[in-house]
């Protein structure tokens, strides 16, 4: 595997060996000794969760205050466009995000650890998105920041044939970043 620093120091991406050849390919989208070696981050994967999206749906800006959950990420179907931002006031980088194509042709995984909050939009007519996190989900533990928020200004690239994203109830009701609850 080859990880690839962003911007955002702790959140990396994983770009794994993938042998391939006529018949198809194979890879290794998760082996906790090899993952350990190339990050340095010896962490415990608690929950698999698989989502499926259809083109225009946005997820998120999703985190948990307590029980704060690292996120490793991949879509095995379609295309998908991956928000990590970092919510960590003491954190130099509070307050930037950082976005990455993600895809199934592409085969690429992000790290998003504890600390950041998380999003995706799909860009493709259907989207499968997998994640491992560190941490049970907690409903009541959960926070979500508006995708538009004007502090953020994230550049989600919305195709243009699409007036708005679909959101969830949830998700149309996020905070600003100024109003959230975030970590210290």
Not at 113 to 138: D, I, Q, V
Request: net charge negative; charged share 20%; hydrophobic share 40%.
């Amino acid at each position: 595997m080859r990880i690839v620093a962003t911007p955002l120091p702790e959140v990396l991406i994983i770009e794994p060996l993938v042998f391939g050849d006529e018949r198809g390919f194979f890879y290794e989208s998760f082996n906790h000794q090899a993952f350990m070696a190339a990050t340095g981050l010896d962490v415990q994967f608690v929950q698999d969760n698989h989502s499926h999206s259809r083109r225009g749906v946005l997820r998120g800006l999703h985190y948990q205050l307590q029980q704060a959950q690292g996120k490793l990420v991949r879509t095995s179907a379609g295309e998908i466009y991956d928000v990590a931002v970092d919510l960590r006031r003491s954190s130099p980088h509070f307050g930037r995000w950082f976005g990455l194509h993600l895809s199934a042709d592409n085969k690429r995984q992000l790290w998003i650890p504890p600390g950041f909050g998380h999003g995706f939009l799909a860009l493709s007519e259907h989207a499968e998105y997998l994640y491992k996190t560190t941490h049970y989900y907690t409903p009541e533990h959960e926070r979500c920041i508006a995708w538009n928020d004007p502090d953020l200004a994230i550049d989600w690239p919305m195709p243009k044939d699409l007036p708005a994203p679909l959101l969830s109830p949830k998700d149309a009701a996020g905070t600003s970043l100024r109003d959230a609850e975030v970590y210290a």
